[in-house]
């Protein structure tokens, strides 16, 4: 799983911390006011993915959190299981308590995907890859194009990666990572004020 180390900790989330139990149920209490706003994007982002909405899928979220997208998407593929990919043992916590009433579809996986390697923890292939909020947290463009071809492999061929990210590094530049991975048909599927929903298809 990803270091819980100070120091490696603050380099991986610069002014957050992610690590402390405080700092997590105050950021998901604040969060909670938000999820209103986020219908939407998830609305569209469920939409995206191409498989009927009662099929089995399996659903691998990076960055997970407390499982907001997760809890969206298990709701609408009714049938679909979901890996919760997260470097916070704090969040995997607060995750496993809020998403109770699924036990059984999700299970949560601790690694930084930061690190090289990280995605050998998870047990691919997935229909759907997707993220929120979470991969913008690296910061360097290098780590996030990196990121993008570990996520790539992951995919069952037909299945796609969504991301509903701040437009940080530019979208065009995070695009183009993605085509350079081997994406295929990749495109902004919704903007917002500071956040955007893109993504790619592996055909
Ligand atoms: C802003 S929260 C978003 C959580 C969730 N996706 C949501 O939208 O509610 C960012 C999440 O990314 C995780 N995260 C940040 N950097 C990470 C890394 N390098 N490896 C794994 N998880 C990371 C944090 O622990 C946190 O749960």
Redesign the pocket.
């Known amino acids: 799983m ?1 270091s819980t180390s100070h120091s490696s900790h603050q380099h ?2 610069d002014h957050h911390d ?1 690590d402390s139990s405080k700092y997590v149920s105050d950021w998901a209490a604040g ?1 909670d006011q938000k999820e209103k706003a986020r219908q939407e994007p998830f609305r569209v982002l469920a939409k995206t993915i191409p498989f009927d909405n009662k099929l089995p899928i399996r659903i691998l ?1 990076v ?4 499982g ?2 997760t809890q969206f998407l298990l709701s609408h593929f009714s049938n679909a299981t979901a890996i919760c ?4 043992e704090e ?1 995997a916590k607060l995750g496993q308590e809020r998403m109770k009433h699924l036990k059984g579809r999700f299970k949560y996986v601790l ?4 690190k090289p390697g990280w995605s050998q923890k998870l047990t691919g292939p997935f229909e759907a890859v997707v ?4 991969i913008h ?2 910061r360097s463009p290098k780590i996030i194009e990196r990121v993008y071809s570990d996520i790539y492999p992951l995919l069952k061929n037909g299945g796609c990666f969504i991301n509903f990210d701040r437009e940080r590094p530019p979208l065009e530049d995070q695009m183009k990572w993605l085509r350079d991975a081997g994406f295929q048909d990749v495109k902004r599927f919704w903007t917002g004020e500071t956040r955007a929903l893109f993504g790619g298809f592996k055909k």
């Open positions: 990803a991986r989330h992610w969060q979220d960055g997970a959190g407390y907001a997208l990919q997260d470097g916070s969040m690694c930084d995907f930061s993220s929120a909020i979470a947290n690296v």
